[in-house]
């Protein structure tokens, strides 16, 4: 079954950009019929979608955070990635990719069949 698995460096500074990588295996970025998100978990609050991107490669992004979210995908290794610019504190959180077979832009776990077991970013100086 498909396996997503999410890398990148733990901690950001403050003003920087944030990018992350999630590795798709057992499943192809451009021929399944289906949405690869970006979600975050920030400490003590719930699951907030950020951003999707489809198998025709059209990206859709979270209103509150389009301005500094950027998604794109690398198809020679099946990879998808996120880039959050401009990062604060309040972008601490654990980031989870998934997959969904409809564009729900939700944080609700059933939503998502297939998930990262997620990487925490800290964002400090």
Not at 11 to 25: D, E, I, R
Not at 69 to 76: A, V
Request: one cysteine or more; a positive charge.
């Amino acid at each position: 079954h498909v396996q997503l698995q999410e890398s990148g460096p733990g901690q950001v500074k403050p003003s920087q950009t944030l990018s992350l990588t999630c590795t798709v295996s057992d499943g192809s970025i451009t021929s399944d019929y289906a949405y690869w998100n970006w979600i975050r978990q920030p400490p003590g609050k719930g699951l907030e979608w950020m951003g999707a991107i489809f198998n025709s490669g059209s990206v859709y992004y979270s209103p509150s955070l389009k301005r500094r979210t950027s998604i794109s995908r690398d198809t020679s290794k099946n990879q998808f990635t996120l880039q959050l610019s401009s990062v604060t504190p309040e972008d601490t959180a654990v980031y989870y990719c998934a997959r969904s077979n409809a564009l729900l832009m939700t944080g609700w776990v059933r939503d998502y069949g297939y998930w990262g077991q997620g990487t925490q970013v800290t964002v400090s100086s």
